[in-house]
């Protein structure tokens, strides 16, 4: 069928506007956690001592109890087999940025030839799916294929509902033969491990000699694009890369800012209800859903959980929708930037503290600058932020987020800290030795006799922040929204215990010289808040002079990830890392190389698949209306002949655009394809990084801009690829 034709039934489906099914609706407790190994489940299931002893794991951090192995095992396979599951997998989260499984069937076969359903002790605690095949930046080759998974016991067990049984996840770890960590969950619990250390330490100096451990909190706010699945089959380069390579800006994008929580069409309704079904029977207590800012943008936000919970149920969150955005006849887009010129997606982290009691650590109080243990977490973040910030850039780094980072709809590749009008006057003060009292409950009081008057929170929203203080939390804005957020949580607990830390052992230290604790307290908070003020903004990080401001203040700017991802192994981050125990010096390169080569690897696939674009598609539709013009103007001057005065002149200079644009494509086609050449010639990986970042990224902006000012010209009928005007506004 020709592309127009395709082109125009699709959009006619669609002006016929699809409906959904409506289910029953059912209340949500009814079902919730259906399908999820939780504490309920457990307590239920498990004998008592055995219970308290898995409880104890999972909430204190005990060593797993081995001798109950075989009883849990058990008591699993049981609620699994009576959820119609035929399969158990270790659910593990390899450097891909993706999930990985490998099932296995309950059944045995006993010494009679029958057939049993068993499920071990030791096959719940370890699997051994191969190691070779995943990333792992040279720790494993194909020779040394042996690698481990190990049960996670902190985060629930799931059952994924399949098309004829169903399968029981085991959330793990992956590592090698020899030990090393070659998955993303490893390095995030060894952190939040020294993170609650170092944390206790805190606690205890204030007389905190109850709590037992501190615990990293995370709530990950997931945005995403849907388009109809009938134009995402008809695009290559989304097929592809997850983004248009190719593709015109219509005449309206997002110009008029009439999406934002705007009324969510019936079609994406039905989507995000049927997503959250799905999710809620695997216990993601997803909360929120809203249009966001680009058209056919959305976003969907879960109430927080421990890091490595919420970074389990993030990529849970992921793979459900990609699965019932298919049945819906839709693609989901996760890429940073799937169009040029509207918003891009990201992914907020908020992140927070909490001991084992309950309390939020970074909760400031009603009055924060008489919080002495507040000012010192404070103090360690900013710290934190402020020696590490290269880190944490390279923690959100990656080929798909450098067309983001910095945009008008992201925060900027520059590291800082927003922290609110109160809470800067109240370090301010501390840096200057001034008595901070500016702390008071501000009431918002509208004079409308019927509107209730609303407590202020202590800091206003600054959405161009990509690290702001939210009230009791900080937001990390700058990750990508198709990343795991497992390393930026691993870079910023490991960091802020190295910080809180530093400034537990000075405390220490001066309380040795001089007894009055207060006073030595707030002496090291004063000191740290002035060595880390650089990295304080409260103004819009979009702008200019933001950028010139903060070259002022030395704090590094680095806009792409090949040169972004040096700081990973730059000496003193290397050096805090491993003095935290979260990685090895070998794990440290293993994930350099690993991010190093998939730049590489999703610029070589975007620049070849924009030449087959070009060469199959774009070319010749522009060819064939080169000819359709050269038919016009023939047919003119032959009329011209006959009749007289006939002008032909608009078609000319048109057949002159098009040629022109033809021959450009093809000039700097060849020109992409020679310096692609050059990249095969480069062995080491950074310097061939940073070869595609200088060199092939610009050239497929220069390949791009003919192609897009054809889409202007081409007639319609002849055009092969869906338009943004298309895919942004029909659905």
Partial sequence: MPHATTRQRIMLELAQNRKSENGTPQSIPSYFSCNCFNDRVMRERLPKEVYKKLRATIQRGEKLDMSIADTVAHAMKE??????????????????????????????????????????????????????????????????????????????????????????????????????????????????????QAALRVLRIFGNSVATRVITTAGTEQEYFLIDKAFFNLRPDLRSTGRTLLGAMPPKGQQMEDHYFGSIKERVLAFMQDTEIELYKLGVPVKTRHNEVAPNQFEMAPIFADANVATDRNHL?????????????????????????????????????????????????????????????????????????DLLRASIASANNDHRLGANEAPPAIMSVFLGT??????????????????????????????????????????????????????????????????????????????????????????????????????????????????????????????????????????????????????KNVEMLTRQRVFTIGEIESRYHTKLEQYIKTLEIEADTLLHMINLMVIPAAIAYQAQLVGAIRGLRDLAELAGEVSCSGEVALLKQVTNAIEVLRSKGEELIRALDKVDGIDDASRKAKFIADHIVPLMSGLRKPADELEHIVADDLWPLPRYSEMLFMI
């Avoid at 194909?142 to 902190?154: I, K, L, Q």
């Avoid at 008071?440 to 509107?451: A, H, N, P, R, T």
């Avoid at 957020?485 to 001089?514: F, H, M, R, T």
């Fill in 317 to 389: 969150t992921m793979e459900v929708m990609k699965k019932v955005a298919d049945r819906h006849g839709l693609a989901l887009l996760l890429h940073e930037k799937p169009f040029a010129g509207v918003n891009g997606s990201g992914k907020h982290n908020n992140w927070s503290l909490s001991d084992s009691e309950g309390n939020n650590l970074l909760e400031p109080g009603k009055t924060p600058e008489e919080n002495l243990q507040f000012l010192v977490f404070l103090a360690a973040v900013l710290r934190a932020v402020y020696y590490y910030g």
């Fill in 422 to 571: 109160q809470l800067s006057a109240i370090l301010d003060a501390i840096k200057s030795g001034r008595a901070a009292k500016i702390t008071e409950e501000y009431i918002i009081d509208l004079g409308v006799s019927k509107l209730p008057a609303i407590l202020r929170d202590y800091t206003d929203r600054n959405r161009t922040s990509p690290f702001a203080f939210t009230g009791n939390k900080f937001e990390f804005r700058a990750i990508g929204s198709s990343a795991s957020v497992s390393l930026p949580n691993v870079i910023l607990n490991a960091a802020v215990a190295d910080s809180l830390e530093i400034i537990v052992a000075e405390i220490e230290k001066e309380l040795g010289k001089q007894g009055d604790f207060n006073t030595v307290v707030m002496q090291v908070v004063r000191k740290h808040i002035r060595e880390s003020e650089s990295i304080r903004f409260d103004g819009n990080n979009y702008s200019i002079e933001w950028e010139q401001e903060a070259a002022r203040r030395n704090l590094p700017n680095i806009k792409n990830t090949a040169y972004a991802l040096d700081a990973l192994v730059a000496p």
């Fill in 79 to 196: 609620w699994a087999l009576s959820k119609g599951v035929s399969h158990f997998c270790h659910w593990f989260q390899p450097q891909t940025g993706l999930t990985a499984e490998k099932h296995d069937a309950f059944i045995e076969v006993d010494e009679e030839g029958a057939v049993i359903e068993r499920f071990r002790g030791e096959q719940l605690v370890q699997g051994e799916p191969d190691a070779s095949s995943f990333p792992s930046g040279g720790m494993r080759s194909t020779f040394e294929a042996r690698g481990y998974t190990m049960w996670d016991p902190s985060s629930p067990a799931f059952i994924i509902e399949g098309p004829r049984t169903n399968i029981l996840c085991i959330p793990s770890v992956f590592i090698s033969y020899t030990g090393e960590a070659l998955d993303k969950k490893t390095p995030l619990l060894r952190s939040m491990e020294s993170l609650s």
